[in-house]
């Protein structure tokens, strides 16, 4: 009974000292995606943001950004059998200036009606370790059309100041705000106004679901 005693009581303080180094295996810090252990990820609002950009008249590049993002990443053992769904409060549109109550009435994202954009992946192409064209629905002021982000795999690591595990990512696309009932001030023949283009440069970050 004794033997059996010590030997389980050394079996288990092996397992604990084991632990933490099973636990940095399956937190890798790497630049490759296909590092990153499969899961379900939630995005980390605190770091994450869209920038927007439009031309204004000519004069001037004029940016602004969406904030507060909320959305999930379901990595697949394969990184191309992922998804990817983002949620975008449009109340929560950024300019720093008196533009920002203009943008959320009807002239543009209408977010009393729609306050809510939303990003869904339908298919994800990776390119590499680290670069993957993401093609989904975008669903804005009710309107729903396909959006194709080229995205780069930054870096997978344990952040020092929560210490959990982070994922993080950049991407661009070019959407035309036409498809989307959006057509205040739109340039014509006789007027530059502003851009049908709108540029969006994304910045996320996820982490593991159980760490949330």
Do not use: C
């Amino acid at each position: 009974m004794q033997k059996t005693t010590v030997l389980s009581a050394a079996v288990l303080a092996g397992m604990l000292s084991a632990a933490p180094v099973m636990a940095d295996q399956q937190r890798p810090e790497t630049d490759d995606i296909n590092d990153v252990p499969a899961g379900n990820y939630m995005i980390d609002p605190l770091h994450s943001k869209i920038t927007w950009g439009v031309d204004h008249y000519g004069f001037t590049r004029y940016e602004g950004q969406f904030v507060d993002l909320s959305g999930s990443l379901r990595l697949g053992e394969d990184a191309a059998d992922s998804n990817l769904n983002i949620e975008i409060p449009l109340d929560k549109v950024l300019t720093g200036s008196g533009l920002t109550e203009h943008l959320q009435g009807e002239d543009f994202f209408n977010s009393e009606e729609y306050g809510t954009a939303t990003f869904t992946s339908t298919s994800i192409e990776i390119d590499g370790d680290d670069e993957a064209t993401i093609t989904g629905d975008l669903a804005l002021n009710g309107q729903t059309h396909p959006v194709e982000i080229d995205a780069e795999f930054n870096r997978g690591a344990v952040y020092p100041f929560d210490e959990k595990y982070h994922i993080g990512f950049s991407g661009e696309t070019t959407i035309k705000r036409s498809d989307y009932a959006i057509d205040y001030l739109m340039p014509t023949d006789d007027e530059q106004g502003i851009s049908d283009e709108v540029t969006l440069r994304i910045e996320a970050e996820f982490v593991p679901e159980q760490d949330q």
